[in-house]
T-cell receptor, first 111, second 111 residues
Framework: KNEVEQSPQNLTAQEGEFITINCSYS?????LHWLQQHPGGGIVSLFM???GKKKHGRLIATINIQEKHSSLHITASHPRDSAVYIC?????????????FGKGTKLTVNP | DAGITQSPRHKVTETGTPVTLRCHQT?????MYWYRQDPGHGLRLIHY???????DKGEVSDGYSVSRSKTEDFLLTLESATSSQTSVYFC??????????FGPGTRLTVT
């Protein structure tokens, strides 16, 4: 079983829709990260959070430490939001922090 | 952006040849990482470095070696490339805050 599970694997939405991507993890963590990867592009960090909620523009990330669950929400989705969204957790191992990644959620937003 | 470059960006090589990928950063970040990204697996840690000449293995280190002789450069070497090492390779850096910054990636094809 993967330590980080994302759902759904694929998501198609119409422009303007509210989108939720979920992430569950099974290990103790220092922080949870949401990353964005556009087709053929690099990886950009969207959020790093260890509690509560963070908001940046139309993106909102929440985490529930007790339930070991995080969600990434996109309000008023736009075709430029089409990308793969990756959840990762920072887990202290042997004195250093390493990231463990989910397999990603591919989001397609149609105009 | 943390000023991370990777070279080469694309490489095609033959089975059995040695290959070295370079990651260069201009931010003086202490930690550096090499990941590979494959369909169905997400990102997986190959090796990481927590300082000059201090490196350790990740979860998929077999067939790879690394070196870090100065803060800004982290080299990944495939001593004898195999087709299973065809992948996209990402370098990343981080500070003590653990947020990671990713390079643009190197697409390696082993024929």
């Amino acid at each position: 079983k993967n330590e980080v599970e994302q759902s759904p694997q694929n998501l198609t939405a119409q422009e303007g829709e509210f989108i939720t991507i979920n992430c569950s993890y099974s290990v103790g963590i220092s922080a949870l990260h949401w990353l964005q990867q556009h087709p053929g592009g690099g990886i950009v960090s969207l959020f790093m959070l260890s509690s509560g909620k963070k908001k940046h523009g139309r993106l909102i990330a929440t985490i529930n430490i007790q339930e070991k669950h995080s969600s990434l929400h996109i309000t008023a989705s736009h075709p430029r939001d089409s990308a793969v969204y990756i959840c990762a957790v920072s887990s202290p191992q042997g004195g250093s922090e390493k990231l463990v990644f989910g397999k990603g959620t591919k989001l397609t937003v149609n105009p | 952006d943390a000023g991370i470059t990777q070279s080469p960006r694309h490489k095609v090589t033959e089975t059995g040849t040695p290959v070295t990928l370079r990651c260069h950063q201009t931010e003086n970040h202490r930690y550096m990482y090499w990941y590979r990204q494959d369909p169905g697996h997400g990102l997986r840690l190959i090796h990481y470095s927590y300082g000059v000449k201090d490196t350790d293995k990740g979860e998929v280190s077999d067939g790879y070696s690394v070196s870090r002789s100065k803060t800004e450069d982290f080299l990944l070497t495939l001593e004898s490339a195999t087709s299973s090492q065809t992948s996209v390779y990402f370098c990343a850096t981080s500070t003590m805050s653990y947020e990671q910054y990713f390079g643009p990636g190197t697409r390696l094809t082993v024929t």
